[in-house]
């Protein structure tokens, strides 16, 4: 089975601080992606990585970076984390490939609070 | 511009009743369709998916959807639910295979609340 993991399931931090959430699959999946997920807004792309060290904005990258370094793993950065960025981040992983379609999976979550 | 949407943000219904949980798409090229289901407290699972042949297709726990290209839609059906089956659940289209044309677009969910 696929498995994608999130460090942390539960995480709060102060305004202004930096933040990082890590995320790794065990797949040799060349897609990963991190989203945000809020009540009656459903999960909007932030960013995404087709490739190692490469990187896409997704649809809200304001405010975010990230970082892959290795195939494995995908960090989001919160540079100066503010109280709007408080929400439900879930990473996911997929294949990739020319002719092929693929399913993403999902990691559990990080639910991340901004005081 | 690709999109989703999901009709009903919360779908309330008694156990063993069937349930439909509608999902619109637009988009002007042909399209991959997918379900999601997010159970509480956890990430999303994938329930089933279209990608081509035929319009029927039967995913996990016993749901099924059915791809309709006219009306442009990809509703979910289960003819008979069980309390488990309470959980949030995502429509998702995508199109093509390279760039961000390969990226998921998500509907908003539909919050499916099965009582005794």
């Known amino acids: 089975d696929v498995k994608v993991t999130q460090s942390s399931r539960y995480l709060v931090k102060r305004t202004g601080e930096k933040v990082f959430l890590e995320c790794v699959q065990d797949?040799?999946?060349?897609?990963m992606f991190w989203y945000r997920q809020d009540p009656g807004l459903g999960l909007r792309l932030i960013y995404f990585?087709?490739?190692?060290?490469?990187?896409e904005k997704g649809d809200i990258p304001e405010g975010y970076s990230v970082s892959r370094e290795k195939k494995e793993r995908f960090s989001l950065i919160l540079e100066s984390a503010s109280t709007n960025q408080t929400s439900m981040y879930l990473c996911a992983s997929s294949l990739f490939g020319p002719g092929q379609t693929e399913t993403q999976y999902f990691g559990p979550g990080t639910r991340l609070l901004v005081l | 511009a690709q999109s989703v949407t999901q009709l009903d943000s919360q779908v309330p219904v008694f156990e063993e009743a069937p349930v439909e949980l509608r999902c619109n798409y637009s988009s002007s090229v042909s399209v991959y369709l997918f379900w999601y289901v997010q159970y509480p407290n956890q990430g999303l699972q994938l329930l089933l998916k279209y990608l081509s042949g035929s319009t029927l297709v039967k995913g996990i726990n016993g749901f099924e959807a059915e791809f309709n290209k006219s009306q442009t839609s990809f509703h979910l059906r289960k003819p008979s639910v069980h309390i488990s089956d309470t959980a949030e659940y995502f429509c998702a289209v995508r199109s093509g295979y390279g760039g961000s044309q390969g990226n998921l677009i998500f509907g908003k969910g539909t919050k499916l609340s099965v009582k005794p």
């Open positions: 797949m040799d999946h060349e897609n």
């Open positions: 990585s087709y490739d190692v060290k490469m990187k």
